[in-house]
């Protein structure tokens, strides 16, 4: 099977290249992954660069640009993929090397969320109780794993990468906004109430189409959008 | 060359659960508290726990700390250590209703309380009727408590050193523990991170298998620098198999599917767990249940054409409890089998998942040490919690859901005590520059060139040895001949080279290093498990098939210098409750 991979090292190269690999048709197996993939012509070359850890979609450590589209190499079913597979590394984030890339922006505008519980009423000795509806409320928010798939594919963040949260981040403030244990909800539609930090949204729903826990960031932008205008009204 | 040097009074080596739940405790004391992680926080293996965290909340069934106390003594087949039993199962309330304030999104009940499901080995009236004391957050527990966590981090200005490898610990000539020597993985760059008190919690060393349920990075680092740092290693030979891994992959099915109702099933379509487990069936303790399929599958009655795993049955549970307390689960399914558990049973088998063994410490996250006549003298700065240290709470055999109940109490615990140290120790102690330099070596050892074998054949060969040598039967003769293939291995790795000598991001070189931990796990699991003749949780020994308390009631203790076996007592004694003697264990 034939891979065409985005390769630079800013050590010893002057400008980037695609260079081709070949898994040879031995060590393909049924059911395997990309990743699985990837660790064998890591054997070929030691020097390509790739992060991974768990292996199964949990850790988010592994996205990259698989054929034109981002995505989670550890479970993208290498039989499904058409050769030459293009791998490259997410669109519009600075690349570190190979695969590799710099996501300080993407954790910073997660930090700018403030994708933390705030409850400053008197803490009880037991659990804050939460029904089981607006429990509910959080699922497809709370399950984000972080890997960058979705703002590495939306317009609005390759623009204005340094204003527009992006959807990752906004799917978090959604996830606090939505929690109905959190006291800051006024607080946090404030901070987002800006031209940029989350009206960059067009509404593209590239976010919503890669990622790959099947999480909908374009809904979660678009409902806290309508909680933005009841609250103006 | 000038080495970058920071300072801080507490280090925290790694940021999983255990390290973000210290952290977070440090942070909120004002002590300034550094995190040196080879991965993104939210990267590290806690986040793949699924099932949930026990606590005796009684918010399904009656409970009680006490009877789970009495439950983790029981499988830990009596070789935990019976004051932090009692300790953790006390403070297991409290550190999960923490949790709940700091956002973490549990499942919840009707009345709008922590939702808890059954889980194995768990029982109401020390050994009565199944209990319920696995708090949940669907399958996606350790996910939404690592985020939580992190989150709670963000807010309290923890500073965190994201993707820094911790090379080695420093270690002055006095025994104090005064930081470690680390590299930036983004440059290359060396840095000395000094600091009065350091946490090693860097999990587990699961890769030392071949098949595993863990993430690649779990490669045993913070066990491998205590080992070089002089400390000892804990019963080692206790390796946790997972009933349920996906047959042939290794990816983690919970237990909690077994706790909602689902059923394990053979070749015969034989729900085969009643005849190991009368009364507790598929919900028995974790080494009982893998045991039992090893033997059916040897004994001829597996599933499949080759007939090389059982079946997990969750078909009756219905649509509506997979979907609300199984999604993971299902979509895992669905992504490496092609099959949706709602329609088909999943193929299982059991696969390599937890240490429980790993660095000796004591209830205050203390890293203890034999010293003369005392089996347990504190090492001064020195602490670790979780997965990488033995308190001992698992003895044995680790009950589900109280891994992150383990990383959470002693992960706080020990950011108490270092509280209390640092009170005492004001002051940095003057840095040893040749353990610095020692710290260094390991690295440029790395530089060489020139002739000799890849790491990735041999870290292959490494996990093969584990598996063939040290599985779920083990003997003597069988193992002897894994040592004496590690010991090959450890000087064919010595020779090893890597081919990419550049400094940016260089995964090859953390891979070479990573080799290096696991094979210094891989040794002392194996001559713990050579050391250890008798049956006791996990370690099954065909030639010593019983349990024997009067020989082997205590803690195995391995030594890198000369892969030389040492032993301790079990503290016996609980804090302030009568001890559990040793029963029989049947479930």
Not at chain 1, 188 to 213: F, S, W
Not at chain 2, 224 to 244: I, N, S
Not at chain 2, 457 to 479: I, Q, S
Request: aromatic fraction near 8%; glycine fraction near 8%.
């Amino acid at each position: 099977m034939e891979f065409s991979i985005y390769r630079f090292n800013p050590d010893t190269d002057s400008a980037p290249y695609m260079q081709s690999f070949t898994l040879p048709d031995d060590q393909v197996e049924p059911g395997m992954m990309l990743l699985d993939a990837l660790l064998l012509l890591k054997e070929q070359d030691d020097s390509l660069g790739f992060r991974r850890s768990c292996q199964h979609g949990v850790c988010g450590s592994d996205g990259m640009n698989v054929n034109g589209t981002n995505g989670l190499a550890c479970i993208m079913p290498l039989a499904n993929l058409k050769a030459p597979v293009v791998l490259r590394p997410f669109p519009g984030m600075p690349v570190i090397r190979d695969l590799i890339v710099d996501m300080d922006n993407f954790y910073r505008q997660y930090r700018e969320a403030e994708p933390w519980l705030i409850n400053d009423s008197p803490e009880p000795e037991v659990e804050r109780l939460q029904s089981p509806e607006d429990r509910d409320r959080l699922d497809g928010l709370y399950e984000c794993i972080l890997c960058g798939c979705c703002s590495a594919s939306c317009p609005s963040y390759w623009w204005n990468p340094d204003r527009f949260l992006g959807p990752a981040a906004l799917l978090q403030a959604a996830r606090f906004i939505e929690d109905s244990r959190d006291q800051a909800t006024e607080h946090r539609l404030e901070r987002l109430d800006d031209a940029y930090r989350l009206y960059r949204c067009h509404g593209i729903m590239n976010c919503t189409q890669v990622c790959p826990k099947g999480l909908n960031p374009s809904k979660a932008i678009g409902d806290i959008r309508r909680t933005m205008i009841k609250r103006s009204v | 060359m000038k080495l970058t040097t920071r300072k801080f009074d507490a280090l925290i080596i790694g940021a999983g659960g255990a390290g973000l739940r210290a952290a977070l405790q440090l942070s909120n004391a004002d002590a300034r508290v550094a995190v040196v992680s080879k991965v993104f926080p939210t990267r590290s293996h806690t986040v793949a726990a699924q099932g949930g965290v026990n606590a005796a909340l009684a918010n399904v069934l009656p409970d009680s700390w006490h009877w789970h106390m009495f439950d983790t003594i029981k499988g830990s087949d009596y070789l935990g250590d019976q004051d932090a039993i009692e300790y953790m199962c006390r403070a297991a309330p409290k550190v999960v209703y923490e949790l709940e304030h700091f956002g973490v999104p549990f499942s919840r009940l009707d009345n709008g309380g922590i939702y808890q499901r059954a889980f194995g080995g768990q029982s109401q009236n020390f050994g009565k009727e199944q209990a319920a004391r696995t708090c949940a957050a669907a399958d996606r527990t350790g996910h939404a408590i690592l985020h939580s966590l992190y989150q709670q981090n963000l807010r309290a200005r923890t500073h965190f050193f994201d993707e820094y490898f911790a090379i080695d610990l420093i270690k002055d000539e006095a025994g104090y523990v005064l930081g470690v020597v680390a590299f930036e993985i983004l440059s290359g760059e060396p840095i000395v991170i000094e600091a009065k008190t350091t946490l090693i919690a860097t999990g587990g060393a699961g890769q030392i298998f071949r098949t595993n349920t863990n993430a690649l990075s779990n490669t045993g680092d913070g066990m491998a620098m205590a080992l070089r740092a002089g400390v000892p290693l804990e019963d080692m030979e206790f390796v946790q198999f997972h009933p349920t891994g996906i047959a042939g992959r290794g990816m983690l099915i919970t237990e909690g599917v077994r706790g909602e109702g689902g059923f394990l099933i053979n070749g015969e379509g034989e729900r085969f767990m009643e005849r190991y487990a009368p009364q507790a069936k598929d919900l028995a303790s974790r080494d009982v249940v893998s045991r039992a399929i090893a033997i059916e599958i040897r004994e001829g009655r597996g599933c499949g054409k080759n007939k090389d795993h059982v079946l997990l049955d969750m078909r009756h549970l219905g649509t509506d409890t997979i979907m609300k307390k199984l999604p993971g689960i299902r979509e895992m399914s669905m992504t490496f089998l092609g099959v949706d558990p709602i329609e088909k049973p999943i193929a299982v088998f059991p696969t390599c998942h937890y240490s429980m063994g790993g660095i000796p410490t004591n209830r205050d996250g203390q890293v203890v040490v034999p010293v003369k006549d005392t089996p347990e003298d504190p090492v001064p700065g020195l602490y670790a919690a979780g997965e990488a240290a033995c308190v001992s709470v698992h003895g044995a055999n680790r009950l589900g859901g109280n891994s992150l109940l383990d990383i959470l109490v002693f992960g706080r615990a020990a950011a108490n005590h270092i509280l209390d140290f640092l009170k005492e120790n004001r002051y940095h102690r003057p840095l040893p520059q040749a353990s610095v330099d020692q710290a260094l070596e390991r690295l440029s050892r790395w530089e060489r060139k020139g002739d000799g074998e890849a790491v990735e054949p041999l870290r292959r060969e490494l996990r093969k040895v584990m598996e063939d040598h040290c599985g779920v039967f083990r003997t003597a003769e069988v193992m002897q001949e894994g040592v004496d293939k590690l010991r090959v291995l450890r000087e064919r790795i010595e020779n090893a080279v890597i081919r990419d000598h550049t400094q940016t991001f260089n995964t090859a070189r953390i891979e070479a290093m990573e080799l290096e931990n696991l094979m210094d796990c891989a040794m002392a699991t194996m001559c713990s498990a050579l050391g250890r003749e008798e049956s006791r949780g996990a370690h099954s020994r065909v030639d010593f098939p019983e349990r024997d308390d009067e020989r082997w009631l205590k803690h195995s203790l391995y030594s890198l210098l000369d892969d030389s076996m040492d032993y301790k007592p079990v503290r016996t004694q609980p804090v302030t409750v009568e001890s559990f003697p040793p029963k029989k264990r049947v479930y």
